[in-house]
T-cell receptor
Framework: GQNIDQPTEMTATEGAIVQINCTYQ??????LFWYQQHAGEAPTFLSY??LDGLEEKGRFSSFLSRSKGYSYLLLKELQMKDSASYLC??????????WGAGTKLIIKP | ETGVTQTPRHLVMGMTNKKSLKCEQH?????MYWYKQSAKKPLELMFV???????ENNSVPSRFSPECPNSSHLFLHLHTLQPEDSALYLC??????????????FGPGTRLTVT
């Protein structure tokens, strides 16, 4: 079966750095997405990785290792508005998105 | 503003009712999706339409019936639902289903409660 694992919940302090991990076992791989979803709102696109390595976009970076079936989302200089759920999703060999259950990130002052 | 709108935002219906959810995208995309989101569970893909043709039906019960009259509009018709169908129903669109790098744009969702 296909599976995406990410922690259910994480807590971090405003101004700090947090890393949210995602591991996957899927039938084929055509890329990995990270989305942010604030409570009661729609998921919004953060990043897409298809090659190994780190992609940096402002305070957010996403890393991929295809050989390890592993990705992480790194959030720097945390702000209160970063409190949200972060969803990891992998594109399988049929170009279907396989979603993780999401990581709820709580930012404390 | 994500360019994808959904109505209604909230819906309470009895198990014998018939209702419809509506989704509209203003992005010129060719693929549209229905997802079910339940608390602490992964997004469940229900239906996919690409260029108005249904390409995915992930073993969804027949009490859910999709309709895609054109590339901009998507409906989900509901009838004789069960309480376990209570969830957030999200609509999304993307440029094309067949290209993996195209991100999906989501609507705000319809919070459905079945009583």
């Amino acid at each position: 079966g296909q599976n995406i694992d990410q922690p259910t919940e994480m807590t971090a302090t405003e101004g700090a750095i947090v890393q949210i991990n995602c591991t996957y076992q899927t039938s084929g791989f055509n890329g990995l997405f990270w989305y942010q979803q604030h409570a009661g709102e729609a998921p919004t696109f953060l990043s897409y990785n298809v090659l190994d390595g780190l992609e940096e976009k402002g305070r957010f970076s996403s890393f991929l290792s295809r050989s390890k079936g592993y990705s992480y989302l790194l959030l720097k200089e945390l702000q209160m508005k970063d409190s949200a759920s972060y969803l990891c999703a992998v594109v399988d060999s049929n170009y279907q998105l396989i979603w993780g259950a999401g990581t709820k990130l709580i930012i404390k002052p | 503003e994500t360019g994808v709108t959904q109505t209604p935002r909230h819906l309470v219906m009895g198990m014998t009712n018939k209702k419809s959810l509506k989704c509209e995208q203003h992005l010129g995309h060719n693929a549209m999706y229905w997802y079910k989101q339940s608390a602490k569970k992964p997004l469940e893909l229900m239906f996919v339409y690409n260029f108005k043709e249904q390409t995915e039906n992930n073993s969804v019960p027949s009490r859910f019936s999709p309709e895609c009259p054109n590339s901009s509009h998507l409906f989900l018709h509901l009838h004789t639902l069960q309480p376990e169908d209570s969830a957030l129903y999200l609509c999304a669109s993307s440029q094309d289903k067949e290209y993996s790098s195209y991100e999906q744009y989501f609507g705000p969702g319809t919070r459905l409660t079945v009583t």
